[in-house]
């Protein structure tokens, strides 16, 4: 996918048809595909350590235990430096972005740019959508927003349509166009 950036290679095999966000943008740096690769990975891994941060201060944790838990973050070896020491599985990592800044607009209630990021997600990785049910029961379970859920659901149809849409236009492409995709199983 990044090797053609700017244009999309349909004829790579799922999961990894689906998950373009990440290799489209490597694809657009300059430099060679690995280079551009790791530089997002370090790029990433900077912007996650900020919006942890701030998540973590957002939901009432002192300035100093979130620092202390933003550091430990950063010496986890399988959350944080795995997605830096292994910098092709990029949209592992900026999953891990777009759910700590989901989880921030969730508590902060800003449903357009939740609505943003979760369209972001359905690019990157499935696992984003995980916030949907959390966000329907945070949502449900404080009554903080008094509008109830047509903004929640407003914000995350985007999403889940581009995520839908990209899935049956894409299997319907490899389907036709791609047969060492169903020859793996």
């Known amino acids: 996918?990044?090797?053609?950036?700017?244009?999309?290679?349909?004829?790579?095999?799922?999961?990894?048809?689906?998950?373009?966000?990440?290799?489209?943008?490597?694809?657009?740096?300059?430099?060679?595909?690995?280079?551009?690769?790791?530089l997002a990975a370090i790029l990433c891994s900077l912007l996650l350590v900020v919006v942890y941060f701030r998540l973590l201060c957002a939901v009432g944790i002192s300035p100093r235990a979130a620092?202390?838990?933003?550091?430990l973050l950063t010496m986890n070896r399988y959350f944080f430096g795995f997605t830096v020491w292994d910098c092709f599985q990029i949209d592992d990592l900026i999953a891990e972005v777009?759910?700590?800044a989901l989880f921030?607009?969730?508590?902060?209630?800003?449903?357009?740019?939740?609505?943003?990021?979760l369209l972001l997600g359905s690019l990157t990785r499935e696992s984003v959508f995980i916030i949907v049910p959390a966000?329907?029961?945070?949502?449900?379970?404080?009554?903080?927003?008094?509008?109830?859920?047509?903004?929640?659901?407003?914000?995350?149809?985007?999403?889940?349509m581009v995520f839908i849409v990209l899935r049956c236009l894409s299997s319907q492409r490899v389907l036709t166009m791609n047969p060492a995709c169903l020859s793996r199983g």
Do not use: H
Request: with cysteine.
């Open 1 to 38: 996918m990044a090797q053609v950036s700017p244009y999309i290679d349909r004829s790579v095999c799922p999961p990894y048809l689906y998950r373009i966000l990440g290799p489209y943008i490597v694809g657009l740096f300059p430099g060679g595909d690995a280079a551009g690769f790791y």
């Open 67 to 71: 620092g202390l838990a933003t550091m």
């Open 98 to 100: 777009l759910l700590a």
């Open 104 to 117: 921030l607009c969730m508590f902060k209630l800003k449903w357009r740019a939740y609505s943003v990021l």
């Open 135 to 160: 966000t329907l029961v945070f949502s449900v379970g404080t009554k903080k927003d008094k509008k109830g859920l047509v903004p929640l659901c407003a914000a995350i149809f985007p999403g889940v």
